[in-house]
């Protein structure tokens, strides 16, 4: 039962909380039975040796720790649900007293979900982008399409020009010295990637096969191997092939190669489609983002650190996905980057800590509205996460149940609620997106 609840501060809170005195003497003559079965005191079988000896010849705190466990769990959890609170980190436990006959009195220091002062979260005035999709951005995806299935044909009589993929040989030089990862032979370059020193690939622009060149640069200040950021280098440069693409005809017979339409109209309605589909969505997401922005921004709350820890540890943990799909691990990252891992999650703390109160802040307005979460609405979600992988809902949901997902799921639906009820109840004003739309030089040239 608890005894009583002190406020440290605004996240932390300390509990006492006593067990009565049977339940104690109960879990002592338990924990007897397993530690007697553990020790060996000459002239006594196994398990056999008298609990009064036992205590006599170690202590009767041999016993306690097994007795502990049985009773300060249950205990805890009970207190927890009286007192009120949401921990969010594991406590700090402290024994005040254990002894046969006696209650059972300990303290638990945790961090709780702290107060949180709500600002007005109905209402809030928010303009959302109108999801308009113009046929340039049409034509511009159609455009990298034909670039993804170009042709390289040899260019063995013409010059480098912006777009050609080149074959060259180079060395560079720091103040006359060749440099470690300076040099290499048949390297593939494409003009205008932006793969070398800001500099280099321009100058490469009007030569010829077999022609050679000398190329000065500057490496950037940042430059990620530091003992080169800021200094002149020479390359000698001799390029060796050069193709250029030669993009397909834009026709029905394209389209048959690359997609499963069979005309370039069914293709071009298709796609527009979805281009206006993807565009409601960022829409809707960016309504959604300024409008929690909004209400976190209006609310007072102390954010604990370790639910900041927490989004920080999310964070890195979806950059670290995203660089492995990239072919690409984190350590290798922070290596590259120069930067330490500690450095690397310290850039990261401003997010997280808006994150962090975003979701306390939400939180509030759940347990304000008194929004739940049926089971139904769970099974739900589930067969909706199946259909993505074109799996079975059972089967789902027992792996969720096996990684201890299933609570991440409900918070997941409760959260959504929360965001729905904030659109639902918000002045929304319409407006036109001021789209930066794609370049068309490159396009405007003809094969």
């Known amino acids: 039962m608890l005894n009583n609840k002190e406020k440290i501060d605004d996240s932390k809170v300390k509990l006492e909380i006593e067990v009565p005195a049977p339940d104690v003497d109960t879990a002592l003559a338990k924990a007897y039975r397993k ?166 690939e321009e100058q490469l622009i009007g030569m010829k096969v077999d022609e050679e060149r000398e190329i000065t640069v500057t490496f950037p200040e940042n430059y990620r191997k530091e003992d080169l950021g ?39 309605a298709d796609l527009k489609e979805k281009m206006i589909k993807n565009a409601e969505d960022q829409a809707q997401q960016k309504l959604e983002e300024s ?29 670290e996905n995203y660089l492995r799909y990239q072919g690409l691990g984190l350590d290798k990252f922070v290596e590259m980057s120069g930067r330490t891992m500690d450095e690397l999650r310290e850039e990261r703390r401003e997010e997280a800590e808006k994150r962090a109160k975003a979701n306390l802040v939400l939180d509030a307005i759940i347990k304000k509205e008194g929004i739940t979460v049926e089971d139904s609405e769970v099974e739900e979600k589930i067969a909706g996460i199946a259909e993505s992988y074109d799996d079975d809902p059972e089967r789902i949901k027992d792996i969720l149940e096996k990684q201890g997902r299933l609570p991440v799921v409900r918070e997941e639906i409760r959260m959504r609620k929360a965001i729905d009820l904030l659109v639902s109840e918000a002045d929304i004003t319409k407006v036109k997106k001021t789209a930066e739309k794609p370049k068309k030089e490159e396009e405007k040239k003809e094969e």
Do not use: C
């Open 230 to 268: 800021g200094k002149e280098a020479l390359f000698k440069v001799k390029v060796k092939q050069i193709k250029e693409k030669q993009l397909p005809d834009l026709d029905d017979e394209f389209v048959k190669e690359v997609s499963e339409f069979e005309t370039l109209d069914e293709m071009r």
């Open 35 to 200: 530690v007697v079965r553990q020790v060996n005191i000459p002239g006594f079988r196994k398990g056999k040796v008298p609990r009064r000896i036992l205590e006599s010849r170690f202590g009767p705190e041999i016993l306690h720790e097994e007795a502990l466990e049985i009773l300060v769990p249950p205990a805890y959890d009970e207190a927890v649900k009286e007192a009120d609170i949401e921990p969010i980190n594991q406590p700090d436990f402290e024994l005040i007293q254990i002894e046969e006959g006696k209650p059972l009195i300990f303290s638990a220091a945790v961090e709780v979900l702290p107060d949180v002062e709500l600002g007005e979260y109905k209402g809030l005035k928010a303009e959302q982008e109108e999801a308009e999709i113009e046929d340039i951005q049409v034509d511009h995806h159609f455009y990298m399409l034909r670039q993804q299935n170009a042709r390289l044909v040899p260019k063995d009589e013409g010059e480098v020009s912006e777009g050609d993929i080149t074959l060259i040989d180079f060395e560079g030089f720091v103040d006359g010295e060749p440099f470690e990862g300076g040099a290499s032979e048949n390297h593939s370059l494409e003009i205008g990637s932006n793969t070398f020193i800001p500099g280099f």
């Open 291 to 319: 409008l929690i922005e909004a209400i976190s921004e209006a609310s007072a709350a102390t954010v604990p650190a370790i639910l900041v820890e927490r989004q920080i540890d999310r964070i890195m943990g979806d950059m």
